[in-house]
């Protein structure tokens, strides 16, 4: 089983809200990430937690609040997000970080938009 | 020296053609280059991967071509099928503590019935 699962797959809130998304992965893999997508582009890092630390942050806006807790569990906690985090937010995971093969495994996305 | 660069940024090949999508990179501590093909709102699955002590991967269509000293790898799809048609990534990574993937700009790719 190579699923990384994620919830909601839609979501919209308004620029006040706070909303949670969340992926699971049952896979025993140590090193979960979160990643944003823009239509017509690549995906950009913006967390990485290893062992349920965070590993790194790529400089990305306090508005945006990683939570990990437990070795299956990821969280992104949003608040007063802008129109422009409007995006294709993608939870990934790997069996580490990246010693010898470690394939890193996508989920289906949480499509948001921001109002 | 983080780039991967990636081209064309789109193609259109004939059902039964091959498709052809290559990446260039310059840091040589990269030592892992998965490819990823992504659908429209779905997330990005990994197709193939390969390191730099092998010169080519084959999975059934899809074989990876790997030129250590052009830092080049390509992406070669035979009888390119009109549900290949999709956007594929290619990624390097460095064998380090980060993890993280630098991907490419990404391909377009249709295949006309």
């Known amino acids: 089983d190579t699923e990384v699962t994620q919830t909601p797959k839609h979501l919209v809130m308004g620029m006040t809200n706070k909303k949670s998304l969340k992926c699971e992965q049952h896979m025993g893999h140590r090193a979960m990430y979160w990643y944003k997508q823009k239509a017509k582009k690549p995906p950009e890092l913006m967390f990485v937690y290893s062992y349920e630390k965070l590993s790194i942050n790529e400089s990305v806006p306090s508005r945006f609040s990683p939570e990990c807790p437990n070795s299956s569990l990821l969280n992104l906690h949003l608040h007063a997000l802008q129109p422009e985090d409007s995006a294709l937010y993608l939870c990934a995971s790997s069996q580490d970080l990246g010693t010898g093969s470690s394939e890193a495994f996508f989920g289906q996305g949480t499509r948001l938009t921001v109002v | 020296q983080q780039q991967v660069k990636q081209s064309p940024q789109s193609l259109i090949v004939q059902k039964g053609g091959i498709s052809i999508i290559n990446c260039a990179y310059e840091?040589?501590?990269?030592?892992?280059f998965p490819w990823y093909q992504q659908f429209p709102g779905k997330g990005p699955a990994l197709l193939i991967a390969?390191?730099?002590?092998?010169s080519e991967k084959k999975e059934g269509r899809f074989t990876i071509s790997f030129n250590k000293s052009a830092k080049q790898f390509s992406l070669h799809i035979m009888d390119s099928q009109p549900g290949d048609s999709a956007t594929y990534f290619c990624a390097a990574r460095k064998s380090s503590n980060t993890g993280k993937l630098i991907f490419g700009q990404g391909t377009t790719l249709q295949v006309k019935p």
């Open positions: 840091n040589t501590a990269f030592d892992y």
């Open positions: 390969i390191r730099p002590d092998v």
